[in-house]
Structures are given as structure tokens and as C-alpha cells.
């Protein structure tokens, strides 16, 4: 499973989502995108190589603070209808 | 907030408007200076019985036209840029609170630590309070800490919003499928006032937004109780 069912942050201490100098302009859609994005390849390749998936966490914080709760259901449904756009 | 006839802009209660006002005084003044010069000039043209038409290379005059308009545009765009750089630029923010808009609704997601979501619906006329502003107040009210930098991002879910707060120096559009970043700080507590400034339909007037800020221990009191 890519990790859609997981829907509540993980424990612990973490701050919000820090400067990334990738995206220092008003537009942040790619920041949240890129993240979405990171987090879905981290999984697949801890996965495929059996190691923990607990660095992919980071990830999951930052598309979680960033973005808008609809879209992440959006990407969610379409990860599981196998119709997503970006190469996870 | 606004008040009744009122004439220019609401107090400042963040950096970034403090910024603002001193560049529209300062912009102001340079434009006091000139109109009150070129209304001078005119009213001696008109009065003076000595007309100069065959006027030719007066490279002096032309020199001082010149130059005096450039240093003129130059102390309004320094200034200009500074404050434009200074709005856009976002130092680690503490917190990050999304607002979506929506036909006709604000809505506020702080999904920082827990899933925490809301509508803020207008309050109608008629159900008003006594001392609560027409067409101003809200039913979930935006809750936000003091003194912190917050980092919001706009969106919208439907059509073009803008979300706005005067007194703080913020006017974003929410476009749908893009996400806009404003970074926000408050000098000071209390409820601050906006209301959408983008056409969006027919209740644009009616989908305010009002912001409470509140010292952080008390934000982290109201989010905590939320959360449950």
C-alpha cells in the first residue's frame, strides 16, 4: 500500500514546515506537490528495500502543513484509482 | 478597524503596514510638493504679462527639468522596493495556517500538529449581538498568537477570492489550484477585520474574515480545546 490510509500526523516534536530554499517565492503549490510527491517515493523505495519507513516522516509532515486538506484527498483517491499524474 | 467617514488607513498592528504608512506619508508629501509647485507655476503663466515664445536652447532649464524629476522618482522607488522585498520575505515561521475560499465562506485548516478544520460563515442581521458589526462578524473566528511570524497560505476551492486584513497589511489572492504564501506577524492582541476583495459571485460582500489574535498561551489553550 503507498501510505493513503495513514491519515494522522506522526508523534513527536516538529515544528512547522521551515524555509526551503527550492521555494523562496509567494507561489508554494510546488513546495506542497514536491513533498506529496517525496513522500510517496520515499515509501515505495523503504519498501522495496525493507528498511523502515520512519525518514519518510518528514515528508509526510511538511505536504500535511502545506497542503489544503482537499487536495490530499484528491491525490489520495487518485493514487488509489491508479490514476495520478506525478511518477511515484 | 474602519470607523464611520473615515479618511485613510486603519492603524497598524503589524511591521509590514507600519512600513506602508511611512511610505505613503512620504510618498504623499513628495506629491503635495509637486502639485502645489505646478499649481504655483500655472497661476504665474496666467497672471504674468510676459510670454517667452521664442524660446530656444536653454540647456540649463532643460538640465534641471531633467535631473529633478529622476532624483524625484528615485526617492519614491528606493523606498518602494524596500517595502516590497521587506512583504515578501518569510523568516521560519512558527505556525502555518492554510484558508481556503469558498462561495461564500472562508475556510481555516491548522494541520500543523492536529487535523484541525473549520468553516467561518458570516453572521446574519438578524442574529446579530448587540454591539457586533453588521455584515463583519464571523462564527468561527480565525484564532492566531501574537508576536510570532504565522506563515498563511491562501487557496481557493472554487472561483478567484482575495483574502484581506487592512490593518495588517494583507491582501492575498486565493486562486483555485495555486497556493499563495503571506507571512503575518501582530504587534498586538484583539479582533481585526477583512472581508474578501476579489468579485466571487453574489454573497462576495457577504463572507468576512476577522481575525483573533491572542497571546500564545491562550491560542494554545483554544487549539487544544479544538482538537478534542
Known amino acids: 500500500m503507498l501510505g493513503t490510509d495513514i491519515q494522522k500526523p506522526p508523534k513527536g516534536k516538529w515544528h512547522t514546515p521551515p524555509f526551503d530554499p527550492r521555494f523562496p517565492n509567494q507561489n508554494q503549490t510546488r513546495n506542497c506537490y514536491q513533498n506529496f510527491l517525496d513522500y510517496h517515493r520515499c515509501l515505495k523505495r523503504m519498501n522495496r528495500r525493507g528498511k523502515s519507513t520512519q525518514p519518510c516522516e518528514y515528508y509526510f509532515r511538511v505536504y500535511h502543513s502545506l497542503c489544503p486538506i482537499s487536495w490530499v484527498q484528491r491525490w489520495n483517491q487518485q493514487i488509489k484509482e491508479g490514476t495520478f499524474a506525478g511518477k511515484i | ?228
Open chain 2, 1 to 228: 478597524m474602519a470607523y464611520p467617514l473615515q479618511l485613510g488607513f486603519q492603524d497598524a498592528t503589524s511591521p509590514v503596514m507600519e512600513e506602508l504608512l511611512h511610505f505613503h506619508d512620504h510618498t504623499l508629501m513628495i506629491i503635495f510638493l509637486i502639485s502645489s509647485l505646478v499649481l504655483y507655476i500655472i497661476m504665474l503663466m496666467l497672471t504674468s504679462k510676459l510670454v517667452h515664445t521664442n524660446m530656444m536652447n536653454v540647456q540649463e532649464m532643460e538640465m534641471i527639468w531633467t535631473i529633478l524629476p529622476a532624483i524625484i522618482l528615485i526617492l519614491i522607488a528606493l523606498p518602494s522596493l524596500h517595502t516590497l522585498y521587506m512583504m515578501d520575505e518569510i523568516n521560519n515561521p512558527l505556525l502555518t495556517i492554510k484558508t481556503m475560499g469558498h462561495q461564500w465562506f472562508w475556510s481555516y485548516e491548522y494541520t500543523d500538529y492536529e487535523d484541525l478544520a473549520f468553516d467561518s460563515y458570516m453572521i446574519t442581521t438578524d442574529s446579530l449581538k448587540f454591539g457586533e458589526l453588521r455584515l463583519l462578524e464571523v462564527d468561527n473566528r480565525m484564532v492566531l498568537p501574537t508576536d510570532l511570524p504565522v506563515r498563511v497560505l491562501v487557496s481557493s476551492e472554487d472561483v478567484l477570492h482575495s483574502w484581506a486584513v487592512p490593518s495588517l497589511g494583507l491582501k492575498t489572492d486565493a486562486i483555485p489550484g495555486r497556493l499563495n504564501q503571506v507571512t503575518l506577524t501582530s504587534m498586538r492582541p484583539g479582533l481585526f477585520y477583512g472581508q474578501c476583495s476579489e468579485i466571487c459571485g453574489a454573497n462576495h460582500s457577504f463572507m468576512p474574515i476577522v481575525l483573533e489574535l491572542v497571546p500564545l498561551k491562550y491560542f494554545e489553550n483554544w487549539s487544544a480545546s479544538l482538537a478534542q
